[in-house]
């Protein structure tokens, strides 16, 4: 595109070789980290709350709470305003501003996990199934799938706030990332990268190991003590999905919304119309017609869900 606003940086939502690149620093500076200096022609940082006119629209970006640097972003024109959610979540996060509600005429909602089954537990609940299991069995290494763009950041410092402040480590697809959230004054405490080139696999025997879930099904998982397998994502409320994908401890943490989160935060907005994208729209779709909410699903080509 000539044009283009990021929500955020993840690959479902920020793509390279656009023309021109609105978004936040952090998302601009992500790009950078995962497509390269030339990821688009120019770029432009815009901060939260603050008015950029373009063509005789009034554009903002808001906070989404979904990653560092996630936005909602507004657009308005006249009398008329338009909220895209991009992802979202309501939870709260120690590495990114919270969700912030924003009024407008037409919201349009995510919908990842926008079926009544879903409703996520509070995460530091799931991190202290975590702790309890590397309490009770220490001559294992606890192997934890993340999303390498602020799911795997979130479960550190999560893994912080439960007390844990043993060396953490990490696979290499997850340092650029986590070394730029340290930057951005993020405190993940020390982590060491998951190698076994100068030490024996017994050396990491209680470790917590944190590596994208692309490496459960790959060598380097393996040469570990007595691997227990973990996945932090919101699909492990599936229990069969979890146990197909080899997890012994799925951990149901989501940088989005669930179903109650989803309904509440409509309610919160109470905008004349819902469009529903990125998911499950129909059940969504069918909830707002039923509480007297005009919407209408958008299905959008080429998607895949990459952060969950």
């Not at 554009?59 to 979904?66: E, L």
């Not at 100068?198 to 692309?214: K, L, M, T």
Request: with cysteine; proline share 6%.
């Amino acid at each position: 595109m000539a044009h283009a606003l990021i929500t955020h940086g993840h690959a479902d939502h920020a793509r390279a070789g656009h023309g021109h690149v609105l978004a936040t620093q952090e998302t601009l500076d992500i790009m950078r980290l995962r497509y390269g200096d030339d990821f688009a022609a120019s770029t432009q940082a815009i901060r939260f709350g603050e008015t950029m006119t373009i063509n005789g629209v009034n554009v903002r970006f808001h906070p989404a709470g979904h990653v560092l640097g996630s936005a909602q972003i507004a657009v308005e024109q006249k009398d008329m305003r338009i909220v895209v959610s991009g992802d979202y979540k309501r939870q709260a996060d120690p590495t990114c501003p919270g969700f912030e509600p924003v009024a407008c005429d037409v919201f349009i909602t995510e919908a990842t996990f926008a079926l009544p089954v879903f409703r996520h537990p509070d995460a530091a609940h799931e991190i202290a199934l975590l702790m309890k299991s590397v309490a009770q069995f220490p001559e294992r290494c606890h192997i934890v799938g993340a999303y390498a763009l602020g799911k795997a950041q979130r479960v550190i410092s999560l893994i912080r706030q439960a007390g844990y402040d043993k060396p953490i480590y990490i696979h290499g697809a997850l340092q650029k990332l986590c070394e730029y959230y340290q930057s951005q004054g993020i405190d993940l405490g020390e982590l060491k990268p998951a190698t076994l080139e100068e030490g024996e696999p017994q050396d990491f025997a209680g470790a917590i190991v944190i590596g994208p879930p692309s490496a459960f099904v790959d060598r380097w998982a393996r040469r570990f003590p007595d691997p227990l397998a973990c996945f932090a994502s919101g699909w492990m409320r599936i229990r069969q999905r979890a146990k197909q994908q080899g997890v012994e401890l799925p951990l149901i943490i989501s940088d989005h919304c669930d179903w109650d989160e989803l309904t509440e935060t409509i309610r919160e907005i109470d905008p004349a119309q819902v469009w529903v994208t990125h998911g499950r729209e129909e059940a969504l779709v069918r909830w707002c017609a039923l509480s007297g909410i005009p919407a209408r699903p958008l299905h959008l080509v080429g998607y895949e869900d990459e952060g969950d």
